[in-house]
T-cell receptor, first 117, second 115 residues
Framework: AQKITQTQPGMFVQEKEAVTLDCTYD???????LFWYKQPSSGEMIFLIY??????QNATEGRYSLNFQKARKSANLVISASQLGDSAMYFC??????????????FGAGTRLAVHP | DAGVTQSPTHLIKTRGQQVTLRCSPK?????VSWYQQALGQGPQFIFQ???????QRGNFPDRFSGHQFPNYSSELNVNALLLGDSALYLC??????????????FGPGTRLTVL
């Protein structure tokens, strides 16, 4: 069965510092996609970044980058130059292939990030 | 460019009642997925609609049903409400053939409280 594990319930970082949020996944599908979402207290899930299982390079989107280590089945999110507005819940998610269901996203339990001034 | 919209934002019902939640997808999107997010947990997939048909379903009972309209908007219906149905219900839209891995874009959610 497909599974996403986020082992850090909470993290805090100083403003302007970089922070890494951990995510490991489990799947038997050779084709899958990995996503990170941000959920502020308002509740809306905001798409941040995507990494495909066959992508050769790590994905980057502005201050966000995804450290994809396929052999270790990890997909950590790196946020550079943290800002106060980055304080939120962060979810790692996976979209599976044939066995896992191409259509649905499977989410981890999330990591709450607090950015301190 | 309007994002995903959901209505209502909040809803209070009593056990045994029925509820309908509504979702309008982002412009250019044709696929709608519904998720249930209990407090302190990650979202759980309920089902996905494309071309007005349910394409995939998560581990939810038949009390949860849905519909997609020709304009791609969607409804989630829950019958015989239980206390455990209290949650944030998130709608997500995506384009069937799209870049970024067909990323799903979420609406603000509907907070359902069952008393």
């Amino acid at each position: 069965a497909q599974k996403i594990t986020q082992t850090q319930p909470g993290m805090f970082v100083q403003e302007k510092e970089a922070v890494t949020l951990d995510c490991t996944y489990d799947t038997s599908d050779p084709s899958y996609g990995l996503f990170w979402y941000k959920q502020p207290s308002s509740g809306e899930m905001i798409f941040l970044i995507y990494q495909g299982s066959y992508d050769q390079q790590n994905a980057t989107e502005g201050r966000y980058s995804l450290n994809f280590q396929k052999a270790r089945k990890s997909a950590n999110l790196v946020i550079s130059a943290s800002q106060l507005g980055d304080s939120a819940m962060y979810f790692c998610a996976m979209r599976g292939g044939l066995s896992g269901g191409y259509n649905k996203l499977i989410f981890g339990a999330g990591t709450r990030l607090a950015v301190h001034p | 460019d309007a994002g995903v919209t959901q209505s209502p934002t909040h809803l209070i019902k009593t056990r045994g009642q029925q509820v309908t939640l509504r979702c309008s997808p982002k412009s250019g999107h044709d696929t709608v997925s519904w998720y249930q997010q209990a407090l302190g947990q990650g979202p759980q997939f309920i089902f996905q609609y494309y071309e007005e048909e349910e394409r995939q379903r998560g581990n939810f009972p038949d009390r949860f049903s849905g519909h997609q309209f020709p304009n791609y908007s969607s409804e989630l219906n829950v019958n015989a409400l239980l206390l455990g149905d209290s949650a944030l219900y998130l709608c997500a839209s995506s384009a069937r053939l799209a870049g970024r891995g067909g990323a799903q874009y979420f609406g603000p959610g509907t907070r359902l409280t069952v008393l």
